[in-house]
């Protein structure tokens, strides 16, 4: 009995240490636990090293979603660590950390409504605006019209569509492609509109991509962003650019820990 019981408990630990196995250097682990969140950014013809990136698989797969004949003329890569306990003490109900599932990171991620009013920090402007004035799932790329978000179930697989109506660049149109795994949930905004600044075409249909992945490494997220954008060679554009998404990786961010706390 004693022998069986132990032999099981060998098995639980090994299903347990494959689930939430360290899925990044204790290096690159440490430094992220102290400083919060690690960041580089490439530019143009800079060779693109990215050392953020976790050991997973659907991390491996958001760095390979660029498709476009076009090389990335912006690549912004981040990692955020984030603690569990600093969530469970945002709640104002007594929650432990198995209410903090990849199937709540999961429903957060499809709640695309919620985006609305997400706030960033202009350094242009120097003051904090708000990123999305308006943002819903659509029914299609062809029939625009508002649907409610689609969080029922597992987000593996699903194809859903959305408008944000963006305060840089004004109503953008993006596929949303996810993943989901026993510890982890990723998800690909793909633009199948161009993003415009005014007049300007600042970025073609699919030459933007937005990638968030969630790692759950048990007492704690590993939060994964990275954005891969092709726009015209414009000194004026690509400041802006450079600020537009620097910025939307933080205020994604930001969002995704205001939804965790909830």
């Not at 400083?35 to 491996?60: D, K, Q, R, W």
């Not at 599932?101 to 695309?112: D, L, T, Y």
């Not at 690909?188 to 600044?197: A, G, I, T, V, Y």
Request: hydrophobic fraction near 35%.
């Amino acid at each position: 009995m004693k022998k069986k019981f132990f032999l099981g408990f060998i098995s639980f630990l090994s299903v347990f240490q494959a689930v939430f196995s360290q899925s990044v250097s204790s290096e690159i682990l440490d430094k992220v636990k102290e400083s919060g969140e690690l960041h580089s950014i490439f530019l143009n013809n800079e060779a693109v090293l990215l050392s953020l990136v976790p050991h997973t698989e659907l991390s491996s797969a958001a760095v390979s979603h660029w498709d476009s004949t076009e090389k990335p003329r912006l690549t912004i890569e981040k990692l955020f660590y984030l603690d569990k306990q600093s969530l469970l003490s945002k709640k104002n109900t007594s929650s432990d950390s198995d209410s903090l599932s990849i199937e709540k990171v999961s429903k957060v991620i499809r709640s695309i409504s919620t985006m609305k009013g997400t706030e960033y920090y202009s350094n242009r402007h120097k003051k904090w605006e708000t990123l999305y004035h308006e943002t819903y799932l659509v029914k299609s790329k062809t029939e625009k019209v508002p649907v409610p978000d689609a969080t029922d179930g597992s987000a593996d697989g699903r194809t859903l569509y959305c408008m944000q109506n963006d305060n840089s660049f004004g109503k953008c149109y993006y596929e949303l492609n996810y993943k989901q795994r026993q510890n982890e949930v990723s998800v690909c905004f793909d633009n199948f509109e161009p993003l415009k600044f005014g007049f300007i075409t600042a970025a073609k249909a699919h030459n933007v991509k937005i990638n968030l992945v969630v790692v759950d490494e048990g007492d704690h997220f590993l939060v994964y962003l990275m954005v891969q954008a092709y726009y015209p060679k414009i000194a004026m554009l690509e400041d802006k650019m450079i600020d537009s998404f620097n910025a939307r990786v933080d205020s994604i961010y930001k969002w995704f820990v205001a939804q965790m706390s909830k």
